[in-house]
């Protein structure tokens, strides 16, 4: 009977990496949760992230290989861009990034990709789990999370620097809007004629759910998200994943991904996939959340992203049984903020960060 604590897990695998790392003369930096963790913050430990130059963790690869779960490999997302392999400890998930390889992470406040910092001489020592270990300096990981901007990010912000400092940290960026729609006074039927109208001129609406989930589908719909990532204002033309694999991995394997809130509106008559609007409801949550909503380039001004966000609330309501929907906007984005005015929309109170 395994009777070792989440505490022993996290303590033990750290132990045995830190000792490993140094065996081999290989410096790192702990980031992430656990960086977060050093400097006050008490949120449950997803995983250890850390970074290394990789190309000195060869000589360490017999160690590590009895626990590896995805080689070293290229690997990106909304957020990340990165070389990271994937261990597996006893239980203790960790990630081991590739500081040489120039990593980024999506800056929100110019709405660009931002070179991860990693100085290994400026590393923090610090006691985690009983162990000692060399940890991002307060002042960077605060800085990456304030432009890195999430939920989380937000939440270890409260953490690390309660009080006046976030709004220090986040002067100059863009607010990032909170808002919320009420289901239960939404008119659907608003946007049955434009759906019809615009199906009359042969787009057609349907969910990954009606395509059967297939990997033909999936594909299709990584496809679609990576060029609307790369029109996104900021980009600089680069791919949002490496590869189809990379995007089956952070998206349609993950929790959140519903098939069914996965609305996609497909040109019959170029074949084309060209919008869609992605909803989920998180586990705990009693209310929707708007993923994103995008239509490409050529396609804007028809309103489909009015048809297919439509789509995607009538699935909230009907299928998740959602009372509300919520979303997070920059508030620089007018063309979003005005479509989700249009839909009814308001800005929560206290919803904004900034």
């Known amino acids: 009977m395994n009777t070792t604590s989440h505490y022993e897990t996290i303590s033990q695998a750290l132990e045995w990496l830190v000792a490993l790392l140094k065996r081999h003369e290989v410096p790192y ?77 999506y800056n929100r406040k110019d709405q660009r990709w931002e070179p991860q910092i990693i100085d290994y001489a400026a590393s923090q020592r610090v006691t985690l789990y009983g162990v000692e270990v060399d940890v991002m ?36 960026l863009p607010r990032t809007v909170t808002l919320t729609l009420d289901l239960e006074t939404f008119d659907f039927g608003v946007y049955d004629a434009l759906i019809a109208d615009l199906e009359g001129e042969g787009f057609r609406f349907t969910s990954m759910e009606a395509l059967g989930n297939t990997e033909a589908a999936q594909r299709q719909l990584y496809a679609l998200n990576d ?8 980009s600089d033309g680069e791919h949002a994943w490496a590869t189809f694999e990379d995007f089956r991995e ?11 809130g ?56 009907d299928v998740l049984h959602a009372q509300t929907v919520r979303t997070d906007e920059s508030a620089r984005n007018a063309e979003a903020l005005a479509l989700y005015n249009e839909l009814g929309y308001r800005e929560a109170s206290g919803g904004a960060q900034g």
């Open 29 to 105: 930096q702990i980031v992430g949760g656990l960086a977060a963790q050093a400097y006050g913050a008490e949120r449950p430990l997803v995983d250890i992230d850390l970074y290394v130059p990789m190309e000195l963790l060869q000589s360490a690869m017999a160690e590590l290989s009895p626990y590896l779960i995805r080689n070293a490999r290229p690997t990106q997302s909304a957020f990340w861009r990165l070389t990271y392999l994937a261990l597996d400890y006893h239980g203790a998930p960790i990630q081991i990034a590739d500081s040489t390889t120039d990593p980024r992470f």
């Open 250 to 260: 952070d998206v349609c394997r993950m929790a959140w991904y519903k098939p069914g």
């Open 262 to 317: 996965q609305i996609v509106a497909l040109d019959t008559h170029a074949g084309n996939w060209v919008a869609m609007s992605a909803i989920t409801r998180f586990e705990g949550h009693a209310e929707a959340y708007n993923l994103v909503t995008g239509v490409e380039q050529r396609y804007r001004g028809r309103q489909l992203a009015l048809a297919v966000l439509a789509l995607a609330l009538r699935y909230a309501r």
């Open 137 to 172: 300096p307060r002042e960077e990981l605060l800085r990456y999370k304030a432009l890195l901007d999430r939920e989380v990010d937000r939440a270890d912000i409260q953490a690390l620097a309660p009080g006046d400092a976030p709004g220090v940290l986040l002067e100059g």
């Open 227 to 234: 060029r609307l990532a790369m029109e996104e204002p900021g």
